[in-house]
T-cell receptor, first 114, second 113 residues
Framework: SQQGEEDPQALSIQEGENATMNCSYK?????LQWYRQNSGRGLVHLIL?????REKHSGRLRVTLDTSKKSSSLLITASRAADTASYFC??????????????FGAGTQVVVTP | NAGVMQNPRHLVRRRGQEARLRCSPM?????VYWYRQLPEEGLKFMVY????????ESGMPKERFSAEFPKEGPSILRIQQVVRGDSAAYFC???????????FGDGTRLSIL
């Protein structure tokens, strides 16, 4: 079974709008990571949030983590057409501080129209 | 600094043939990971290797699949006697350590006729 599950499965917005997607997970985590995948390409690491952090920012990205609800959200502000991609959350499985085995959700497909 | 290089980008095999997928990690990275992605799904972990050692192969099918990361040369994911269900995108990632971010290649798309 999947550790992370993203919601919604798909999201269509216009340039300039904000995009929010959520990730729920099942077991305790050391950290949670968000990745982006453009069509036909590999994954690009966006941001990592540790279990003792509640919010983290990176440029137009804002990630929150609620360990009591076992959920995380990714917000992309002022979206651009270039943000069109699939977004995945991932959690490491294994010994503490080991990121060797990442478990991915099924992803949220985001389409940003001009 | 070149990223993770995977080749070939596309591979077509007939049922029963062997498939060899190659991955050259980023310079300075000694940890390699292989994942499989089916259409409309997230990536599924297969195996984690360090130079000449298999660290975690819990995601590898018990038969027909093997992986290596020799002292010299790329990491190889080998699938023997391929079947239609092996059709997928196979991604390789590398890192400098087991607790460092993973950098992904663009994958090999395997199609089985």
């Amino acid at each position: 079974s999947q550790q992370g599950e993203e919601d919604p499965q798909a999201l269509s917005i216009q340039e300039g709008e904000n995009a929010t997607m959520n990730c729920s997970y099942k077991t305790s985590i050391n950290n949670l990571q968000w990745y982006r995948q453009n069509s036909g390409r590999g994954l690009v690491h966006l941001i990592l949030i540790r279990s003792n952090e509640r919010e983290k920012h990176s440029g137009r990205l804002r990630v929150t983590l609620d360990t009591s609800k076992k959920s995380s959200s990714l917000l992309i502000t002022a979206s651009r057409a270039a943000d069109t991609a699939s977004y995945f959350c991932a959690t490491p499985e294994g010994p503490t501080d080991s990121w060797g085995k990442l478990q991915f959700g099924a992803g949220t497909q985001v389409v940003v129209t001009p | 600094n070149a990223g993770v290089m995977q080749n070939p980008r596309h591979l077509v095999r007939r049922r029963g043939q062997e498939a060899r997928l190659r991955c050259s990690p980023m310079k300075g990275h000694s940890h390699v990971y292989w994942y499989r992605q089916l259409p409309e799904e997230g990536l599924k972990f297969m195996v984690y290797l360090q130079k000449e050692n298999i660290i975690d192969e819990s995601g590898m099918p018990k038969e027909r699949f093997s992986a290596e990361f020799p002292k010299e040369g790329p990491s190889i994911l080998r699938i023997q006697q391929v079947v239609r269900g092996d059709s997928a995108a196979y991604f390789c990632a590398s890192s400098t350590g087991g607790n460092q971010p993973q950098h992904f290649g663009d994958g090999t798309r395997l199609s089985i006729l």
